[in-house]
């Protein structure tokens, strides 16, 4: 099994700054990880895939990179309706994964 | 605009087996790879299996023993069992469509979930 780590657990920002939010892998997980936001009460939706690929109708300010085992998504301005929990996956062998980055509003 | 939607029960009893339906409107359920994930309450998200093409599945190998995964074509629907469940199968169930047709894909269409609980 492929173990994800994201850090921070947690992320205090104010809207209008810089999130950065990372993804460590156990092992390299090539190019097939992906992130999701999800909010309270709905399913989780794919913001990025392949590493760098941003979804249908996915803002130009969610951005992924990284490679290997170290993988980053970066929103570059936050907007209110950003504050929510963002994972990592993986589908390198079998699909992981991580434990999630809760966004919050500082 | 591609819809799935989750049914089955929302309560079964410790060891008995868990069944829901999936079903899917705006596309083939021949076309793609077709997915179970999980979410415990407040916790985070498990892939449980897929399921594509003719019935091939892929299975969470901590569930296999307990699970089936299974494609009705005619009703563009799939299925999933999980036998002897207990207090640690209660979550979110989701189903989800791969977003290309390959075992690495992610997921771009998601369920809006079903809780199940399991408690006597």
């Known amino acids: 099994e492929i173990v994800l780590t994201q850090s921070p657990a947690t992320l205090s920002l104010s809207p209008g700054e810089r999130a950065t939010l990372s993804c460590r892998a156990s092992q390299s997980v090539s190019t097939y990880l992906a992130w999701y936001q999800q909010k309270p009460g709905q399913a989780p939706r794919l913001l990025i895939y392949?590493?760098?690929n941003r979804a249908t109708g996915i803002p130009a300010r969610f951005s992924g990179s990284g490679s290997g085992t170290d993988f980053t998504l970066t929103i570059s301005s936050l907007e209110a309706e950003d504050f929510a929990v963002y994972y990592c996956q993986q589908r390198s062998n079998w699909p992981t994964f991580g434990q999630g980055t809760k966004l919050e509003i500082k | 605009q591609v819809q799935l939607q989750e049914s089955g029960p929302g309560l079964v009893k410790p060891s008995e087996t868990l069944s829901l339906t999936c079903t899917v409107s705006g596309a083939s359920i021949i076309s793609n790879y077709w997915s179970w994930i999980r979410q415990p309450p407040g916790k985070g998200l498990e892939w449980i299996g897929d399921?594509?093409?003719?019935?091939?599945?892929d299975y969470n190998p901590s569930l296999k023993s307990r699970l089936t995964i299974s494609l009705d074509t005619p009703k563009n629907q799939f299925s999933l069992k999980l036998s002897s469940v207990s207090a640690a199968d209660t979550a979110v169930y989701y189903c989800?469509?791969?977003?290309?047709?390959?075992?690495?894909?992610?997921?771009?269409?998601w369920g809006q979930g079903t809780l199940v609980t399991v408690s006597s």
């Open positions: 392949d590493d760098t």
């Open positions: 989800a469509r791969s977003l290309y047709y390959s075992v690495a894909s992610p997921w771009d269409n």
């Open positions: 399921i594509y093409f003719r019935g091939t599945t």
